[in-house]
T-cell receptor, first 115, second 111 residues
Framework: DAMVIQNPRYQVTQFGKPVTLSCSQT?????MYWYQQKSSQAPKLLFH???????NEADTPDNFQSRRPNTSFCFLDIRSPGLGDAAMYLC??????????????FGPGTRLTVL | GQSLEQPSEVTAVEGAIVQINCTYQ??????LSWYQQHDGGAPTFLSY????GLEETGRFSSFLSRSDSYGYLLLQELQMKDSASYFC????????????FGSGTQLTVLP
């Protein structure tokens, strides 16, 4: 089945120790998104790629970076995780939106714990 | 940017009908989406309204009124498995149709 896969599902890191989260998709969608979701809050968009074009949300901290080496894979790098970065990180994909169509497909998420 | 408001909690009984409202203030608003998220799970797409009016998908319907900056999700014949968080999300006019999510409504369905 076509899907969005995130690895690892659970990640524990130490304060200040860089961490990379990965996302892959078999949907061949040209748009990929990274969201941060803290407990009992809404998903918050960090950035997205439209093909190879990177788009950063204005309030995404510089501590967060992303790479998309090809259509299928996207990575989220947190350079120096702080306690406030503990959250669920969700990857999502979509094909090019049309006027009447706009659906994002979410992966299962990676839950990040910062010690 | 966009901001969307929805009630934080709704409770209903099995078999009932419930409506979750969403009001928005936007710049660059293109359409309104609804997502369901069970505890510990990923958001899943329910519906998208680009035009004013009602969209129906099985037990779920969604409505949009651009003139009122208002939409709602209607859930009929509620089942226990419908207990979840429901998010409205505004889609931007950008090419990637980025989503800004409302704060979410926790729906509890009682037997």
């Amino acid at each position: 089945d076509a899907m969005v896969i995130q690895n690892p599902r659970y990640q524990v890191t130490q304060f200040g120790k860089p961490v990379t989260l990965s996302c892959s998709q078999t949907l061949n969608h040209n748009v990929m998104y990274w969201y941060q979701q803290k407990s009992s809050q809404a998903p918050k968009l960090l950035f997205h790629y439209y093909d190879k074009d990177f788009n950063n949300e204005a309030d995404t901290p510089d501590n967060f970076q992303s790479r998309r080496p090809n259509t299928s894979f996207c990575f989220l790098d947190i350079r120096s995780p702080g306690l406030g970065d503990a959250a669920m990180y969700l990857c999502a994909t979509s094909r090019e939106a049309s006027y009447s169509y706009n659906e994002q497909f979410f992966g299962p998420g990676t839950r990040l714990t910062v010690l | 940017g966009q901001s969307l408001e929805q009630p934080s909690e709704v409770t209903a009984v099995e078999g009932a009908i419930v409506q979750i409202n969403c009001t928005y203030q936007t710049s660059g608003f293109y359409g309104l989406s609804w997502y369901q998220q069970h505890d510990g799970g990923a958001p899943t797409f329910l519906s998208y309204n680009a035009l004013d009016g009602l969209e129906e998908t099985g037990r779920f319907s969604s409505f949009l009124s651009r003139s009122d900056s208002y939409g709602y999700l209607l859930l009929q014949e509620l089942q226990m498995k419908d207990s979840a968080s429901y998010f409205c999300a505004g889609a931007s006019s950008g090419s990637a149709r980025q989503l800004t999510f409302g704060s979410g409504t926790q729906l509890t369905v009682l037997p």
